[in-house]
């Protein structure tokens, strides 16, 4: 059993109260998988692909925070998707949650660097004052790729097209070397 919140146990109370059985039973089954927090309640059973918990709910599996707001807050209008107000999607504080539309979610998820574009583009730009940098420190004899790739958070390959010429074409590799000459 994990340690509740005072704000669960009263909300399990109410709806126990309130005849709704059925929901108190599901909201006991929602908590057990929620870490004890003062702030988010973070989901700690199975998540999907961007990161939000999944919970069997109405005979289906459904998003975590989708059930957490109904339980605690109220119906989810057919065409509304429930957003975070923090920034952590597998958190289901239903006072971190709102309902918005598609869009909102889509740029929800971009500015949160969640939808699979983010994903993509957080391993692959580098700003071209980084790639100088990569360049020089290459040349300046800082040859593990991986441990650049790592300091640069971006995957080894990027960094060995980048030091092999195949990429980022458009940098003068000469006046990087006349630089580190300078030094
Ligand atoms: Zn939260």
């Not at 918005?100 to 971009?110: E, K």
């Not at 420190?137 to 980048?162: D, E």
């Amino acid at each position: 059993m994990r340690e509740y919140h005072m704000d669960r146990l009263t909300t399990m109370e109410m709806a126990r109260k309130e005849g709704r059985e059925e929901a108190g039973k599901t909201i006991f089954r929602l908590m057990e998988k929620v870490l004890g927090s003062e702030q988010c309640w973070i989901w700690d059973a199975s998540l999907n692909n961007y990161g939000y918990g999944t919970f069997w709910y109405k005979d289906r599996h459904d998003i975590a925070q989708r059930a957490s707001y109904e339980l605690f807050v109220g119906d989810i209008p057919a065409d509304k998707f429930v957003l975070h107000s923090c920034d952590n999607p597998s958190c289901i504080n239903p006072h971190h949650l709102f309902v918005g539309t598609h869009q909102d979610n889509m740029a929800d998820m971009v500015a949160k660097g969640r939808s699979k574009q983010g994903e993509i583009n957080r391993f692959s730009k580098l700003k071209t004052e980084q790639v100088i940098e990569i360049l020089r420190l290459y040349k300046n004899g800082f040859k593990n790729k991986t441990a650049l790739a790592k300091r640069f958070s971006v995957k080894p390959p990027t960094i060995h097209k980048i030091v092999t010429g195949q990429s980022w074409k458009n940098i003068d590799r000469e006046t990087i070397h006349q630089e580190r000459l300078n030094e």
